[in-house]
C-alpha cells in the first residue's frame, strides 16, 4: 500500500482553549490563548475569532506578552520553538529553536532578552523531573535563530505553569511542588525552601496547586490542595518566615492571580466561583458564582479592567472587573469521554455530541465555535467529585433533522439502572429542537445502538439493548384527538436470547441489519420478518455497514476476532474478508467511500476503501496513538476540486476523528490549505475594529453610509483635506516670517483657498448620487 | 508487669473554672493566672511549666487582673479591692479598697507604679511601696467605666479602653490628650455599646485595640487616627498580648497573630500584617501572653494552652512542643488503704466515698461484676467564705482533715455501720492553717506543713489532739513547702520546699536527719519505700532519684539510672508525675503515675538505653514466653487509663484509678458561640 504524503492530519477546530492560562492584551482588546498547534486571538468584546497564528507543529504549551514590546507575544510549545508573533496582524515574527519538550513559558519585565521555560530534567520524553531554564535569546535578524545557551535556575519544578510565578519587578521567582515552596533570590542567587507537614496521616492533602506573587509587595500566595489560600511573608529568611491561612474553597484551589495594583487576590477552584479576596481585608471577599464548571485558570489584563477564566468545559469567560460576566468563548466540549457518537445535524451541518454535563453541544466545524447547547437531562448538576448524575450516552438524528432522539443513563453503585429515551422534534418558529415523548426505561439494560429509519416514508427509530430485544418506536398519529403525535412502541424483537450489539439500515430504508454477537440478522422494516442470517466470522459483530450508491448491494461487518467481511445481499454470501482489527467503521453518507480504523500495536492505521473495489483508495500507517473510538464524514461547504485520485475521497467531505486524548484531528490536503492561506491573506485588512467576516459583510458598507451622511448634512467638513487648502497653509506656517509678503496679500490667498470651486462640488455631489 | 485488680473509678466530678487573667514575669518566668473562682495559680515555666503554687479563692472574691510588680503578685477584682498576694503563705497578704467601685483592670509600670481602671470612671495611680500600696492621685474622670489600660513603655502616657472609645492620657497633668472613637458592630444593632476589652500601647505610640465588635483597630497614638481594621470575628475579640508581635483572642477560640513585617523586603518601612490564626480553644480566649517563644492563652475551656513558635526554636526540644495543661500539678484525692475510702476534694466540699467491691475473678481486660456498689458516704460542706486548700484522709479511714486560708479542720469518722462525724473541738492553737496535711500510717501522728517553712507534729488519740512539736530547716528562709511525705515505719518525714530542697526529718529524734543534694527541677512526687526506707523523687522535668535516707546517699540504682540517663521518650511527656508509691508484695516496684499513664519501675530489670523499644507493652503480649525475657525493661507503662488525678495501690493489691475524662468535663462547659461550620 502507498503512503500519501499530500494529506496531513491536523488539528482544526475543537481544539483546547482552556489547556493554559490564557493572555489579555495591555488594550484588553484581545485575548490570545494556544489551541491545539495554534495561537487564537480572540476579541474580547465580540469574541470572535480574529486571527488564528499558524506554525507550531505541536501543542502550544504557553502563551505569554513581550514585556518589551505590547504589541508582540511569545508562545512555546511541545515541538521545541518558542515564535514571536505581532498578533494585531498575525505575523510570526521569529522562531527561536531551544530543541526541548518546552511545558511552560513566563517572563519577566526585569529580565530583557531572557526568557525562562520549563523543560525536562535528562533530554527524555518519558522524564518525570523538570527544571525552570533560562533562555538568552540571541540578537540576529534571522527568522529562525537557534538557541545555544540555557541556564538552569530551578531544578525539580511542577510543569503546571501556575505554579511559578515572578515576584515584585522580577526580584524573584516562587516555584511550588508538591508540599515544597522555593523562592529564589536572582540577585542574591540563593533560594529558600518552605516545606509543609504532609497532613495526610489526618487525612488533609495540603500539597500546593497554584501560585501567584503580589505585583507590589512582597506576599506570596500559594493555594492548596485540600482548599486553602496561604499568604506567605517575609520569606527572604530561613526561620522567621510567616504566613496566614484564607479557607473558602471546599476542594482544590486550582489557580490564584493578583490584579496588577495588589488590591485583589482571584482564586477558583472545581466550585465553578470565582472568589475575589480583598488583599489585607480578607474577611471581605466577592464572589462570582455559577460559572459552570470548575475554574482552571485566571488571567487578569495589564490594566486589571477584565479578568478572564478558563473553564474545564473549555470555556474562556470574560469577566469585567466588576465582577461581572461579558463575554463567554466556548469552544467544543470533551468530557473526559465522550458518550455519544460524533454526528451531524443534517440542518444546521454542525457536530453534534454530548457537552457540558446532560446537555447535548451543536458545534460549527467551519466556524470553530459552538452554536448552542441542547440541555437534555433537564436536572441541576451538582459541582461535587463522587456524585452520579444522568448522562447522555447515546444520540441520533433522522435524516432530515426533524427528529432528534437521546438516552439518557444514570448508575448509582447499588441500585439499577435508569434510563430514559427522549424524542425531540425540530420546533420551526424557536429553531431548536422541542422535547416531544420521553420513554422511562425503554430497556431493561443498556442501550447499545440506536438509529433512525432513512426512507422517506415513515419515521421510525430503532434501539437495541443488552436485555437481548431490539425495539422499534413509532411516531403514533392522534389526529383524532387532537393531540400533537407522540411516540410508542412497535414492535419488539429478538434472536435467540443473543444479545444485540448494534444495528444499522440500508441507505433506502427497505432493510435494516443487526449484529446479535457473532450472528449478523437482516430484517425487512415494513413485515418485521427475518430476511437473511449471516454468520461467518468467528467472533461477536462490532460495527455493521451498509454500502452506499453503487455498492449498496454490499454490507460490511467488523467483528471482534479481527475480521473485515463484507457479504453480498443479493447471494446472500461472503464476498470478501480480510483478517484486520478494525476499531471503528464508518460510510461516508455522500460516497460509497468507507473509513476503516484498524489499531495495531498501539497505534491507528486508516484505511478509506470503496466495498466494490480491492484496493484502498487511500491508507495511512500509524495515524495517533490509541485507538480511534469516534469518527464522523463532515460535508464540506465548499466543494473541493482536487484531481489527484488520492485525495478525491475528501472532495464532498472531511473525516474528522477524536483521538484517545480526545483531540479532534482531520485531514487536510494541498489545495484545501492554499485556499486557506489565501483567505487569511484577505482577511489581514489593516483597520482599527476587530475583523470578523461579519464585519467584512457590514462594516466597510456601515463606514460608506457614514461618510455619505456626513457628506449630506455637513458638506463643509469635508473641506480640511483640499490639496489647494494645504499648501496655502503650508506656505504660511513654513515659510520664515521675514521673507513673506505682506499679511493682506497673504489674508485673501488664504481665505481664497477655503473656498470650494464650483467644478470639485460637483465632482463630489456627482459620488454621492452614484452608489 | 504484674497483674492488679483495678477500680476504674470515674465518679470524681472534678470541674476546674474558666481562666480569668494572666500575668507573666519575664525576670522570674513565672506565670501567674487567675480562675474565675478567685484561685490565683503560679506555673513555672523555667521548670517545664510546673504548677508551683495554687492560692485559693473566696466566696465573691472573682479577679479581673493580675499583675506583677517584681516578684510581687497583686490583684484586682469586682469588689473594688487591691489585694496583694503572699505566695510562701499562700493567701492574701492584704486588701485595700480603692473607693472607685467595681475594678476592671490594673497595670503597673516598670518603676513600680500601679492603674487601676475603675467602674466610675476613674483612673487611680498607686505607689507600690515596700509595706503596701499606697493611693498616689486620680486622672482626669471620664464617664463610663475604664475597661482596659496599657502603659506607654515610656511611663508618660496611658491608654484607656473605655465604652465605644479609647481615651489616651497625659501622666503628669493627668489630662485626656486623645479620644479614639471605636465604631460600633457593622452588622448588630447600633444601640449596643462597643466594650474596647483590652488596649495596646506600643513604643512607637501605636494602640492596638480589641473589641466586642470584632474588631482589632490599629491606631496613631501620636495623632489620634484609625490606621487598620481588622475585622477578626463577628463576635467579641477579648484578649491582646504583645512582645514581638500582637495576639489577639476571640471569642470563637482562635488566637490570631498579628506580626511587624516590611512589606517589600528591601525596604525597612514595616507595617502590622495579620499573619498566623491559631486555633487550641473551643470557648471565648479570656487571658493571653507571649513569652517570647509561645503563645500562652487560657480561657473558658479552662485548659492552659502554650502554643510554641516554631520559628524561635533552632531544633526540637520541650519547648518547642504544643502543651496543655488540663489538670492541678497536686493531689486532690486522698485514700484510706486499709478502710477502701476515698476523699475527693473540691473547692467548697470534700466527699468521702467507699469503694464497690467483688468477689469475681476473670482473666486479664475483664469487667468484673460488683458485689457492692461505690457509695458516696459524706459530703461535707466548708465552713466560712474560704475555699479548701488541702485535705487528707489517714489510712484507716478514722480521721478526716482539711485546711483553708483561714483554719484548719479535723474529724473523727466512724464508717464501720453507721456513719459518724465528729468534729474535734480543740486543735493546738499554733495550729492555724496548713498547705499540705498527712496522717502517719498508723494514724498516730497528723503533720501540717505550716506557714515559715515549718512542720507542725500533732499526736492523736482517741480523745484528744496534742501539739508536739515544731520541725524546722536549719536555715531561718521561709519557703513554701508543698510536698510531705511519711515512712511507713513512722521514722522518717520528707519534705519538699519550693526552692527544690528536700528535708528529711526523724520523727524519733524530731530532729533534721539531713538535706537530700539540691537539683535544680522541684520534685513533683516523693514517696519513701517501706522496706528498705529509700526516698524515692520524681522531678518536674522527669528526673527520677533514689535517695538512701539511711545512708545519706543516693543508691547505687539511682547512680546507674542518671549514668545511663533516661529514655527521652520518658523525658518528653507531656505532665509532671504527680505520685509515687511502693509495692509491698515486691520492694523492687516502684509505682508511679501523671496524667496520661501510669508505669511500674521495676528495680530488678536491667534499664533501656535510646535505642530500645520505650513502650513495649504490646510487643511483649505478642512475643512468646521464651522470648519475653531479654525484651524486657525498668519501664513498665500502661496508658489504658486516661486523663488519671489519683492512683493508689491498696492494702489488698488491687490498684484504685481515678479518671477524669476530658470528655466530661467540655461536656460541662457553657455551650460556645456558634459558629457556621461548612456542609452544616
Not at chain 2, 104 to 118: E, L, R
Not at chain 2, 577 to 592: A, E, R, W
Amino acid at each position: 500500500m502507498v503512503e500519501h504524503t499530500g494529506i496531513r492530519v491536523v488539528h482544526r477546530g475543537g481544539s483546547k482553549i482552556n489547556f493554559r492560562e490564557p493572555v489579555i492584551t495591555s488594550d484588553s482588546r484581545f485575548l490570545l490563548c494556544g489551541s491545539g498547534e495554534s495561537v487564537k486571538v480572540y476579541s474580547t468584546s465580540t469574541e470572535e475569532c480574529v486571527h488564528d497564528l499558524q506554525g507550531h507543529t505541536d501543542l502550544v504549551t504557553g502563551v505569554v506578552l513581550n514585556p518589551s514590546n505590547h504589541l508582540q507575544a511569545y508562545s512555546c510549545s511541545a515541538d521545541g520553538t518558542v515564535r514571536l508573533w505581532d498578533f494585531t496582524d498575525g505575523i510570526l515574527i521569529k522562531t527561536f529553536i531551544i530543541r526541548y519538550h518546552i511545558f511552560s513559558i513566563h517572563v519577566s519585565e526585569k529580565h530583557v532578552g531572557v526568557l525562562f521555560v520549563v523543560v525536562p530534567m535528562a533530554n527524555e520524553k518519558g522524564s518525570e523531573l523538570f527544571q525552570l531554564v533560562a533562555v538568552h535569546l540571541p540578537r540576529s535578524g534571522d527568522p529562525e535563530v537557534e538557541v545555544g545557551e540555557l541556564s538552569a535556575v530551578l531544578c525539580d519544578v511542577s510543569p503546571n505553569p501556575g505554579a511559578v510565578s515572578f515576584g515584585t519587578g522580577g526580584e524573584y521567582i516562587a516555584a511550588a511542588k508538591g508540599l515544597q515552596l522555593e523562592v529564589f533570590f536572582f540577585k542574591k542567587q540563593k533560594s529558600y525552601r518552605f516545606s509543609l507537614k504532609s497532613g495526610m496521616n489526618k487525612g488533609i492533602n495540603n500539597s500546593f496547586t497554584c501560585i501567584s506573587c503580589h505585583p507590589k509587595e512582597d506576599c506570596i500566595a500559594t493555594g492548596h490542595a485540600d482548599g486553602k489560600i496561604r499568604l506567605w511573608r517575609n520569606f527572604n529568611q530561613k526561620k522567621e518566615y510567616t504566613y496566614s491561612t484564607l479557607h473558602w474553597h471546599h476542594n482544590a484551589v486550582n489557580t490564584l492571580r493578583f490584579t496588577p495594583e495588589g488590591t485583589n487576590l482571584l482564586s477558583g477552584g472545581i466550585e465553578s466561583v470565582l472568589v475575589q479576596w480583598r488583599y489585607t481585608q480578607e474577611n471581605q471577599k466577592d464572589f462570582l458564582p455559577r460559572l459552570g464548571a470548575a475554574i482552571t485558570h485566571i488571567a487578569v489584563s495589564p490594566d486589571g479592567s477584565l479578568f478572564c477564566t478558563s473553564h474545564a468545559d473549555n470555556k474562556i469567560t470574560i469577566i469585567l472587573s466588576s465582577v461581572k460576566v461579558s463575554a463567554i468563548i466556548q469552544g467544543l466540549v470533551k468530557d473526559d469521554c465522550v458518550r455519544t457518537d460524533l454526528m451531524i445535524d443534517p440542518r444546521s451541518k454542525a457536530l453534534v455530541l454530548n457537552g457540558k454535563p446532560g446537555h447535548l453541544q451543536f458545534y460549527s466545524l467551519h466556524r470553530d465555535k459552538q452554536l448552542y447547547n441542547l440541555d437534555i437531562v433537564q436536572q441541576e448538576y451538582i459541582h461535587e467529585q463522587g456524585v452520579d448524575q444522568f448522562q447522555v450516552v447515546k444520540a441520533a438524528f433522522d435524516t432530515h433533522g426533524d427528529w432528534l432522539a437521546t438516552v439518557e443513563e444514570r448508575r448509582q453503585k447499588s441500585s439499577e439502572l435508569e434510563i430514559n429515551l427522549k424524542l425531540w422534534s425540530y420546533d420551526e418558529q424557536t429553531q431548536s429542537f422541542v422535547l416531544n415523548t420521553t420513554v422511562t426505561a425503554p430497556h431493561e439494560d443498556q442501550i447499545t445502538a440506536m438509529c433512525f429509519s432513512p426512507s422517506p416514508e415513515t419515521t421510525l427509530l430503532v434501539t437495541t439493548s443488552l436485555d437481548g430485544h431490539f425495539k422499534a418506536w413509532l411516531l403514533a398519529d392522534h389526529s383524532d384527538t387532537e393531540e400533537s403525535a407522540s411516540w410508542s412502541c412497535d414492535f419488539v424483537g429478538g434472536y435467540h436470547l443473543l444479545k444485540p450489539g448494534c444495528c444499522c439500515f440500508s441507505a433506502d430504508g427497505s432493510l435494516l441489519a443487526f449484529g446479535f454477537q457473532e450472528v449478523v440478522t437482516v430484517w425487512s422494516p415494513t413485515s418485521w420478518e427475518l430476511l437473511t442470517t449471516l454468520s461467518q466470522p468467528p467472533g461477536a459483530v462490532r460495527d455493521l455497514c451498509f454500502g452506499r450508491l453503487s455498492c449498496s448491494k454490499y454490507l460490511l461487518g467488523t467483528s471482534t476476532k479481527n475480521q473485515l467481511c463484507c457479504w453480498n445481499l443479493l447471494t446472500c454470501s461472503l464476498e470478501w474478508n480480510t483478517p484486520m482489527d478494525v476499531s471503528l467503521l464508518q460510510a461516508d453518507p455522500f460516497s460509497e467511500n468507507m473509513a476503516a480504523f484498524c489499531s495495531q500495536s498501539g497505534s491507528t492505521d486508516l484505511f478509506v476503501f470503496k466495498p466494490s473495489e480491492p484496493r484502498p483508495l487511500f491508507s495511512k500507517k500509524a495515524l495517533c496513538t490509541g485507538k480511534v473510538e469516534r469518527a464522523i464524514f463532515a460535508p464540506r461547504d465548499q466543494m473541493l476540486e482536487s484531481s489527484e485520485e488520492y485525495s478525491q475521497w475528501l472532495n464532498r467531505s472531511q473525516l474528522y476523528f477524536l483521538t484517545q486524548h480526545m483531540d479532534l484531528m482531520t485531514f487536510s490536503t494541498k489545495t484545501e490549505e492554499d485556499r486557506l492561506l489565501a483567505s487569511s491573506k484577505q482577511l489581514m485588512v489593516d483597520d482599527s475594529v476587530a475583523i470578523t467576516p461579519f464585519y467584512l459583510l457590514l462594516g466597510r458598507h456601515k463606514q460608506q453610509q457614514q461618510e455619505k451622511q456626513e457628506l449630506l448634512t455637513n458638506p463643509l467638513a469635508e473641506r480640511t483635506p483640499l490639496p489647494q487648502g494645504s499648501i496655502a497653509i503650508k506656505e504660511l506656517l513654513d515659510t520664515p516670517a521675514h521673507v513673506l509678503p505682506s499679511a493682506s496679500f497673504l489674508c485673501s490667498m488664504f481665505v481664497r483657498s477655503l473656498l470650494v470651486s464650483s467644478s470639485s462640488r460637483s465632482k463630489l455631489e456627482d459620488n454621492v448620487c452614484t452608489p | 508487669m504484674g497483674e492488679f485488680k483495678v477500680h476504674r473509678v470515674r465518679f470524681f466530678e472534678y470541674m476546674p473554672t474558666a481562666i480569668r487573667a494572666m500575668s507573666f514575669n519575664a525576670h522570674t518566668e513565672r506565670l501567674a493566672l487567675a480562675r474565675v473562682d478567685g484561685s490565683v495559680e503560679v506555673f513555672n515555666f523555667a521548670d517545664r511549666y510546673f504548677q508551683e503554687k495554687v492560692i485559693p479563692g473566696k466566696d465573691a472574691h472573682s479577679i479581673e487582673a493580675l499583675c506583677w510588680v517584681g516578684g510581687r503578685l497583686f490583684s484586682a477584682g469586682l469588689h473594688g479591692e487591691i489585694t496583694e498576694y503572699d505566695l510562701e503563705n499562700l493567701r492574701p497578704k492584704y486588701s485595700l479598697e480603692a473607693y472607685g467601685g467595681p475594678i476592671w483592670t490594673i497595670i503597673s509600670n516598670p518603676q513600680g507604679t500601679h492603674v487601676i481602671g475603675c467602674e466610675d470612671g476613674t483612673v487611680k495611680l498607686f505607689e507600690v511601696l515596700a509595706e503596701g500600696v499606697q493611693f498616689e492621685r486620680n486622672l482626669d474622670r471620664q464617664k463610663g467605666r475604664i475597661i482596659s489600660l496599657s502603659w506607654h513603655p515610656s511611663g508618660t502616657r496611658i491608654a484607656a479602653g473605655m465604652m465605644d472609645m479609647i481615651r489616651v492620657f497625659d501622666v503628669l497633668t493627668g489630662h485626656a490628650i486623645q479620644r479614639l472613637l471605636v465604631d460600633r458592630s457593622v452588622g448588630g444593632c447600633k444601640s449596643r455599646e462597643t466594650v474596647v476589652w483590652t488596649v495596646v500601647f506600643l513604643s512607637d505610640h501605636t494602640i492596638f485595640s480589641s473589641d466586642s465588635a470584632g474588631k482589632v483597630q490599629v491606631w496613631d497614638g501620636h495623632t489620634g487616627t484609625l490606621v487598620k481594621t481588622h475585622q477578626l470575628t463577628k463576635w467579641d475579640v477579648l484578649a491582646l498580648s504583645d512582645e514581638s508581635s500582637v495576639v489577639a483572642g476571640t471569642s470563637e477560640g482562635t488566637v490570631v497573630q498579628f506580626q511587624f513585617i516590611a512589606p517589600n523586603l528591601q525596604q525597612q518601612e514595616k507595617e502590622w500584617v495579620r499573619t498566623r490564626t491559631f486555633k487550641n480553644h473551643t470557648h471565648d480566649v479570656r487571658a493571653l501572653v507571649e513569652i517570647g517563644t509561645a503563645i500562652v492563652s487560657g480561657g473558658m475551656d479552662t485548659q492552659l494552652v502554650v502554643r510554641p513558635l516554631l520559628e524561635k526554636f533552632e531544633e526540637k526540644c520541650f519547648a518547642s512542643g504544643l502543651r496543655r495543661i488540663h489538670f492541678p500539678h497536686r493531689n486532690l484525692v486522698s485514700c484510706a488503704q486499709k478502710a477502701r475510702l476515698l476523699l475527693l476534694q473540691f473547692p467548697g466540699q470534700l466527699e468521702l466515698w467507699r469503694l464497690g467491691e467483688s468477689d469475681g475473678h476473670g482473666k486479664p481486660g475483664d469487667i468484673l461484676p460488683l458485689k457492692t456498689k461505690p457509695e458516696k458516704l459524706l459530703y461535707l460542706k466548708r465552713k466560712g467564705k474560704d475555699h479548701i486548700c488541702c485535705s487528707a484522709l489517714s489510712s484507716c479511714g478514722g480521721w478526716l482533715a482539711y485546711s483553708t486560708v483561714s483554719s484548719v479542720r479535723l474529724y473523727r469518722l466512724q464508717t464501720d455501720n453507721n456513719i459518724s462525724i465528729t468534729k474535734v473541738p480543740k486543735l493546738p492553737k499554733v495550729l492555724r492553717s496548713a498547705h499540705q496535711l498527712c496522717f502517719s500510717s498508723e494514724s498516730s501522728y497528723l503533720f501540717a506543713a505550716s506557714s515559715q517553712s515549718s512542720v507542725l507534729v500533732i499526736s492523736l488519740n482517741q480523745s484528744e489532739c496534742k501539739y508536739v512539736h515544731t520541725l524546722k530547716p536549719k536555715s531561718g528562709m521561709w519557703i513554701l513547702i508543698y510536698r510531705l511525705c511519711v515512712a511507713v515505719d513512722g521514722k522518717w518525714l520528707a519534705t519538699a520546699n519550693s526552692d527544690c530542697e528536700v528535708h528529711v526529718y526523724n520523727l524519733q529524734k524530731l530532729e533534721l536527719h539531713c538535706m537530700v543534694p539540691m537539683y535544680s527541677s522541684c520534685p513533683s512526687a516523693m514517696g519513701i519505700h517501706p522496706t528498705t526506707n529509700n526516698l524515692t523523687m520524681v522531678h518536674a522535668d522527669q528526673q527520677i532519684f533514689e535517695f538512701s535516707i539511711a545512708e545519706k546517699q543516693y543508691t547505687v540504682w539511682s547512680r546507674k539510672l542518671q549514668m545511663q540517663g533516661l529514655h527521652n521518650l520518658w523525658l518528653n511527656r507531656d505532665t509532671p508525675v504527680t505520685h509515687v508509691t511502693f509495692n509491698p508484695k515486691n520492694p523492687d516496684q516502684i509505682l508511679l503515675h501523671d496524667m496520661y499513664m501510669f508505669c511500674i519501675i521495676d528495680q530488678s530489670l536491667p534499664l533501656p538505653d535510646q535505642k530500645t523499644q520505650f513502650y513495649n507493652q504490646m510487643t511483649l503480649r505478642s512475643l512468646s514466653e521464651q522470648e519475653r525475657p531479654s525484651h524486657l525493661h525498668a519501664f513498665k507503662v500502661c496508658k489504658s487509663f486516661q486523663d488519671l488525678m489519683c492512683m493508689r495501690l491498696l492494702d489488698d493489691q488491687s490498684l484504685v484509678v481515678v479518671e477524669r475524662p476530658l470528655m466530661a468535663i467540655n461536656s460541662q462547659l457553657p455551650a460556645p458561640v456558634r459558629q457556621k461550620k461548612f456542609a452544616t
